[in-house]
């Protein structure tokens, strides 16, 4: 299965030269490791901050698809933002059960820029380098494009993110995730909102089997593979986040609707609880 359902993506704020505005910045802040991150804030203030999270997922699906091993997952991350638009983050994620736990470190630089009028429109441009901790080398490289909208109450918006995948093989996928938002509480330096959303992964992929063929009295094992390009998962998530100050808490349920590809059938649903903290150092230059 695509390793990519699980990788970094970017996103970016925007914020003014002000200590006060951190606080509003970490409330509107939105991070989840499923999709590939998708608020990003319009105005035109002056930013630059690092921000630093760390995630984890109670199990691990592929493209939705349970791979017969119950394991969690961590993945750290840690990001850089700024308002001419350049964006960079390291990341990594680890295994409970595969064998080396750490699986690969990725390395991403993107371009970030709002548009449009009310600056509702966004696009996002990025390259992601993979070093994996087994030599894997099909897929090292990533070259990602993401379109989004938002309304102007930043209370509903949808991405569209596409992604060629590359390395000794190739890859593409695309993946649109819609979001709602509701505050529950506000306060001057709490907030606690309710963000459900809905994605969707289409990917090609190649889907083997091994079928037992008899020649010359003799049985041999053949292998075959199927090649589609299609909508693989479907992912419903029902996040809460909580922002104070500089931190950032998020817990959630997800549920993946897999699709069946190629001769799959009988795919059943999978589930996870999801948790992540963030925080977030403001590294503007103080006048």
Not at 17 to 44: A, G, H, R, Y
Not at 98 to 104: E, L, M, V
Request: charged share 15%; with cysteine.
């Amino acid at each position: 299965m695509l390793f990519f359902s699980i990788a970094t993506s970017f996103c970016s704020y925007a914020q003014e030269k002000n200590d006060e505005n951190v606080d509003s910045l970490i409330d509107e802040l939105f991070f989840n490791d499923q999709q590939f991150l998708d608020e990003m804030l319009e105005k035109n203030y002056i930013y630059n901050f690092i921000y630093t999270s760390l995630s984890y997922n109670s199990n691990t699906f592929f493209s939705g698809r349970d791979s017969g091993i119950d394991q969690f997952n961590i993945i750290p991350q840690i990001s850089y933002y700024h308002s001419s638009g350049f964006n960079a983050s390291i990341s990594g994620i680890y295994y409970e059960n595969f064998t080396p736990s750490w699986d690969f470190t990725s390395v991403s630089l993107g371009y970030f820029k709002t548009f449009g009028k009310s600056k509702n429109f966004m696009y996002n441009l990025g390259y992601t380098k993979y070093f994996y901790s087994d030599d894997f080398d099909y897929f090292t490289n990533s070259l990602d494009i993401s379109l989004g909208i938002r309304n102007k109450k930043r209370t509903l918006g949808t991405t569209l993110a596409a992604s060629y995948i590359f390395g000794t093989d190739e890859s593409y996928q695309i993946v649109s995730n819609s979001f709602m938002n509701f505050t529950l509480s506000r306060t001057a330096n709490f907030a606690m909102r309710f963000r459900p959303n809905i994605s969707f992964v289409i990917a090609n992929q190649t889907f083997g089997k091994y079928t037992i063929r008899i020649i010359n009295g003799r049985r041999f094992f053949v292998y075959s593979g199927t090649e589609v390009f299609d909508l693989l998962n479907t992912q419903i998530g029902f996040p809460i986040s909580f922002s104070r100050e500089s931190w950032d808490l998020e817990l959630g349920y997800y549920l993946n609707l897999p699709n069946p590809a190629a001769d799959e059938n009988n795919l059943s649903n999978t589930s996870f609880i999801g948790f992540s903290v963030g925080y977030l150092f403001d590294v503007s230059k103080k006048k």
